[in-house]
């Protein structure tokens, strides 16, 4: 079964500076993987995804992840970081469904995001 | 602008209680699911519906039900409310591509004193 981690429970980071944050999965065939970000009292959004291709994906609001197959990792990262990206990130993997084609998500358990002045 | 709406922000109900949890989805897809979400634990799936009157059983389903009598809404039942179910509910929806994204509403609080 497919799974998800992501070390990282909270995180800081200073408004301007880069960030990376870690996700890990586990599947044994090609993964679908997504970024989401969750802000406070709201829905999940999608950031970014990836099928298949080029490894580097680039998503919204200036995030990119890069998806390594050699360390099954599927890293989100921002050259500078807004006070705005405050919030949580929550990585997933997808497994089609033979029958009827969509993905079946599984999430990391999250990481949240404090961004000091 | 595609759209996920869910009935209610916040509630507050007693053990014991039955409690329904609306969802309904703009975008005419096919596929519907509801998670929870909890401190630590992440999104776990607790049913997904993929057409009407069709449901399937996700990770965590004891204690739920789901109904799908139309394709844009979908509910959530808790038959018996109890504390362990006290959570924050998000449901979601996706075309039936594999390669579409999932959209998911604003999340229900629920509360079970």
């Known amino acids: 079964a497919q799974s998800v981690t992501q070390p990282d429970i909270h995180i800081t980071v200073s408004e301007g500076a880069s960030l990376e944050l870690r996700c890990n999965y586990s599947?044994?065939?090609?993964?679908?993987l997504f970024w989401y970000v969750q802000s406070p009292g709201q829905g999940l959004q999608l950031l970014l995804k990836?099928?298949?291709?080029?490894?580097l994906v680039q998503g919204i609001k200036g995030f990119e992840a890069e998806f390594k197959r050699s360390q099954s990792s599927f890293n989100l990262r921002k050259p500078s970081v807004h006070w705005s990206d405050a919030a949580e990130y929550f990585c997933?993997?997808?497994?089609?469904?033979?029958?009827?084609?969509?993905?079946?998500?599984?999430f990391g358990t999250g990481t949240r995001l404090l961004v000091s002045p | 602008d595609v759209k996920v709406t869910q009935s209610s922000r916040y509630l507050v109900k007693r053990t014991g209680e039955k409690v329904f949890l609306e969802c309904v989805q703009d975008?005419?897809?096919?596929?519907m699911f509801w998670y929870r979400q909890d401190p630590g634990l992440g999104l776990r799936l607790i049913y997904f519906?993929?057409?009407?009157?069709?449901?399937e059983k996700g990770d965590i389903p004891e204690g739920y039900s789901v109904s799908r009598e139309k394709k844009e809404r979908f509910s959530l039942i808790l038959e018996s409310a109890s504390t362990n179910q006290t959570s924050m509910y998000l449901c979601?929806?996706?075309?039936?591509?594999?390669?579409?994204?999932?959209?998911f509403g604003p999340g229900t609080r629920l509360t079970v004193l």
């Open positions: 979601a929806s996706i075309n039936g591509l594999s390669t579409d994204t999932q959209y």
């Open positions: 519906s993929y057409d009407v009157k069709m449901k």
């Open positions: 997933a993997v997808g497994a089609n469904r033979v029958n009827t084609g969509f993905q079946k998500l599984v």
């Open positions: 975008m005419d897809h096919e596929n």
């Open positions: 990836y099928f298949s291709g080029d490894t």
């Open positions: 599947y044994g065939a090609t993964p679908y």
